[in-house]
């Protein structure tokens, strides 16, 4: 059993999106839906699925080909510098899934979504916490601090997120590589260790909800060591510490 909650929806799953959905693309509007239902691929990250009478006039253009789902079969389209599938039977008859990255930005109202839409089943929620935790990889201490934030993400283990005066920076090797999250907005750093790269990152400038880990270092519980009060903890087993379990069209790129 998990330590942590599950997703509530299975793959093929559906619900209603209540809030109106618009995406951009060469800084003009291509899509402004308030009918898009959330379809689960892959739990815990649902997809817009968009009505095609939504859809900006020439935006897709069929390539002749078809793809199965486990949802059903798609004709695949291009649409801007990607994909799209759409559905002419089904759960998703008469609806288009894009593939993220094929459009500029996407918004949920008037606030932009990165990678994918925000799971209407989950929290996110960023607690302080006085417990004493440690992180450390290879035998090295990395971080050691009683003034944790700790998020809390439904379907994902707790991420303790750790002031930087409490990390040992010096042990860490900066990155360039960037990911972004819908709930918590783009990450301003990342650092390796010689073990594990890309093993801890930082947002300086989260979304509003997450503003308490602003500035902080966490760690993929995946790839280190972790004690909280002196009990080592188990590494969990997450769609991030097995690269076979994601999503094959790139959309899930976020710690």
């Known amino acids: 059993m998990s330590a942590y909650p599950e997703p509530l929806i299975p793959p093929g799953g559906t619900a209603p999106v209540p809030r109106r959905i618009r995406a951009m693309l060469d800084d003009r509007v291509v899509l402004d839906t308030t009918d898009a239902i959330y379809l689960w691929e892959f739990p815990p990250y649902p997809q817009y699925y968009v009505p095609l009478a939504d859809v900006a006039d020439g935006l897709l253009t069929d390539t002749g080909e078809t793809k199965t789902f486990a949802h059903g079969d798609a004709r695949v389209h291009a649409a801007g510098v990607g994909k799209a599938w759409v559905y002419d039977e089904g759960v998703a ?36 916490s006085t417990r004493h935790i440690t992180v450390s990889a290879d035998g090295q201490l990395l971080a ?10 439904t379907g994902l283990p707790p991420r ?7 990390v040992q920076l010096e042990h860490l090797t900066p ?50 060591d972790i004690t909280i009060d002196g009990v080592p903890q188990e590494r969990p087993i997450t769609p991030f510490s097995n ?4 999503p094959t069209d790139g959309n899930v790129s976020r710690p």
């Open 93 to 128: 008859k008469g609806r288009v899934r894009f593939q993220w990255d094929a459009l500029d930005s996407w918004f949920e109202e008037d606030e932009e979504v990165f990678v994918h839409p925000r799971n209407p089943y989950s929290r996110v929620d960023a607690i302080k």
């Open 144 to 153: 050691d601090s009683t003034a944790t934030v700790i998020v809390f993400e």
């Open 160 to 166: 303790y997120y750790f002031p930087r005066t409490s």
């Open 175 to 224: 990155s360039d590589k960037v990911t972004a999250c819908p709930y918590k907005g783009r990450t301003s750093a990342y650092w390796s260790v010689p073990s594990v790269p890309d093993v801890a990152w930082s947002y300086d400038f989260p979304t509003a909800p997450l503003l308490p880990v602003a500035g902080h270092v966490a760690f993929f519980n995946e790839n280190v």
């Open 243 to 246: 690269p076979t379990q994601r």
